[in-house]
């Protein structure tokens, strides 16, 4: 039973444009949300993170998007550059007890010039 | 400063055999992860350790994989009797103190890609 489902394997943005990727989940108990973007041959780096108390987060290019009553995330990156083109993880968690993040299974997404 | 590290980067091990995987976290924080990624999948929690408490084993998928981490640093990941199925990339990730609460960062090494043929 697949908790956090990222169903998009793959996205392909012009840069300059929004990209969007979605993430979906169905745990109630999870609060903490994160974003990790991974190039190939690295681990993944964290990007950017959202507590259920918020609807949204920004940091610079990037935005999370959160619609609890829908067990929805989204994250925009705008505008889009080539060097954001790397695989997207989902992640998800409760707050309290410790850091057991469950991964949706990834989006790449390519920006092509 | 020094990120996590883990070793080797690549292991190629035939059917039966058994492996060792190392991590060394980043100096000071007291969570270390181990996840895998198998190809097409998202990351699997595999195993947890806070400082010197009992670690959460709880993503173990079979008794042929087990982890220690000594002097609450250094972790190493064994699994014996290697199966093609075990076949993944294999992630070690460490945090500050983790609890009270809220959530501390994961900070990821670049992995073990681990072949069992």
């Known amino acids: 039973d697949q908790q956090v489902k990222q169903n998009s394997p793959s996205l392909s943005v012009q840069e300059g444009r929004i990209s969007i990727l979605n993430c979906d989940y169905t745990?109630?108990?999870?609060?903490?949300f994160l974003w990790y973007k991974k190039y190939p041959a690295e681990g993944p780096t964290f990007l950017i993170s959202i507590s259920s108390i918020k609807d949204k987060n920004e940091d610079g290019r990037f935005t999370v998007f959160l619609n609890k009553s829908a067990k929805h995330l989204s994250l925009h990156i705008v505008p889009s550059q080539p060097g954001d083109s790397a695989v997207y993880f989902c992640a998800a968690g409760p707050s309290g007890g410790y850091n057991k993040l469950i991964f949706g299974a990834g989006t790449r997404l390519a920006v092509h010039p | 400063g020094a990120g996590v590290s883990q070793s080797p980067s690549n292991k190629v091990t035939e059917k039966g055999k058994d492996v060792e995987l190392r991590c060394d976290p980043i100096s000071g924080h007291t969570a270390l992860y181990w996840y895998r990624q198998s190809l097409g999948q998202g990351l699997e929690f595999l195993i947890y350790?806070?400082?010197?408490?009992?670690?959460?084993k709880s993503g173990l998928p079979s008794d042929r994989f087990s982890a220690e981490r000594t002097g609450g640093s250094v972790s190493t990941l064994t699994i014996q009797r290697t199966q093609q199925e075990d076949s993944a990339v294999y992630l070690c990730?460490?945090?500050?103190?983790?609890?009270?609460?809220?959530?501390?960062?994961?900070?990821f090494g670049p992995g073990t890609r681990l072949l069992v043929l």
């Open positions: 745990n109630s108990m999870f609060d903490y």
């Open positions: 350790f806070q400082g010197n408490s009992a670690p959460d």
């Open positions: 990730a460490s945090s500050r103190t983790s609890g009270g609460g809220y959530q501390e960062t994961q900070y």
